[in-house]
């Protein structure tokens, strides 16, 4: 019996196209400059929002961020991922700045951040998928999610760091100025 022959794969850093890297490089880059949304939390939290009012903020953001990750993905067929995924960045850079300046608009914050998640999180995964070869799209798709997992560690560790050393403002001011 004859055995067919099986492509071996192969993924390699250094066999993407220098598009691709760049794309995620930058992701990288804007990832460890973030932060777990927890610190969010933390933050009303700490401004006397109380416990049920914390959820119902949570509740908020996650209800605008499915909201509009449908039409943010339309935008992005139709307009273009580029300028969507920077307005986006711009709009988390706004929210961040929000949440150091403010202690009474976090409905309206969390609705925000909301739709920074919406306009930025599928597009970003769209923007890898438009930039990989057709044979490696799954993988480079893989390749993101590792890369958001690994940028997140050291991007809350560091934004807990700074809380704790500087108060709860700088690493808002850190990850807004980024």
Known sequence: MHKPKQNKFEFKW???EQRLKRLLLVILLFTIANS??????LRASDAGV???????????????SSLSAYPAGHLSDRLGRKGLL???????SV???????????????????GIYTGLTKGVEKALVADVAPQNLKASALGMYSMIVGIGLLPASLLTGWLW???????PFYFNSGR
Do not use: M
């Open 36 to 41: 777990s949304n927890q610190f969010l939390i």
């Open 14 to 16: 250094s066999g993407l």
């Open 86 to 92: 920077v307005s986006g960045y711009l709009l988390y």
């Open 50 to 64: 109380p416990t049920t009012g914390v959820l119902l903020l949570y509740l908020v953001f996650y209800s605008v």
């Open 95 to 113: 929210v961040y700045l929000g949440f150091v300046q403010s202690n009474s608009w976090y409905w309206l914050l969390f609705a925000l951040y």
């Open 164 to 170: 704790n050393e500087f108060g709860a403002a700088v």
